[in-house]
């Protein structure tokens, strides 16, 4: 739980690096989080959006609205990590041009889309791989290694 709190310790931080444990506890934490406001939204009846498309919960959509800048600012120091810009993470949204185009182009519509999903099926992976990758040791373009020290989770937590 310590590692969740330090992401919202670090709320709008896009600078420095995170360990691959910040991340990821702060991603299962999150999904944890997500599921119970989902099922309190569905037990007491609190939609946001009632459409036969979104069913969306107040609770939920609060909790989305909350976690969405630490999800990215953590998601790009995770980048960071591993050397790499945190601008990365718009990979998987530039293929949808070639969705567009295709709706633009009506005739190329089925085919740019087939290879505009495919890309950007691809390219999520990618990223979750690198997600996933142990960071560079020590000192980056990004900062000091995070796991410099074996205290980093608690030196961080009594810093702030």
Same mark, same amino acid.
Request: aromatic share 10%; no cysteine.
């Given at each position: 739980m310590n590692w969740y709190l330090l992401v919202f310790q670090k709320y709008a931080t896009f600078t420095g690096r995170s360990r691959r444990k910040?991340?990821?506890m702060f991603f299962l934490f999150n999904i944890i989080f997500s599921i119970l406001f989902a099922i309190l939204d569905l037990i007491f009846d609190l939609k946001l959006i009632?459409?036969?498309?979104?069913?969306? /919960?107040?609770? =939920?959509?609060?909790?989305?609205l909350v976690?969405?800048?630490?999800?990215? +600012?953590?998601?790009?120091?995770?980048l960071h990590d591993i050397n790499k810009s945190g601008w990365?993470?718009?990979?998987?949204?530039?293929?949808?041009?070639?969705?567009?185009l295709g709706v633009v182009l009506k005739g190329a519509t089925i085919?740019?889309?087939?290879?505009?999903?495919?890309?950007?099926?691809?390219?999520a992976i990618l990223l979750i791989v690198w997600?996933?990758?142990? /960071?560079?040791? =020590?000192?980056?373009?990004?900062?000091?290694?995070?796991?410099?020290?074996? +205290?980093?989770i608690n030196n961080e937590l009594l810093d702030s």
């Open positions: 910040e991340y990821w009632n459409n036969s498309i979104n069913n969306t /919960g107040i609770l =939920g959509g609060v909790y989305s976690t969405f800048l630490p999800s990215l +600012s953590v998601a790009v120091r995770r990365y993470l718009l990979l998987p949204v530039a293929p949808y041009i070639l969705i567009i085919i740019l889309s087939i290879i505009g999903g495919l890309t950007v099926l691809g390219l997600l996933a990758t142990e /960071g560079t040791s =020590g000192e980056n373009q990004y900062g000091p290694d995070p796991k410099g020290t074996d +205290s980093y």
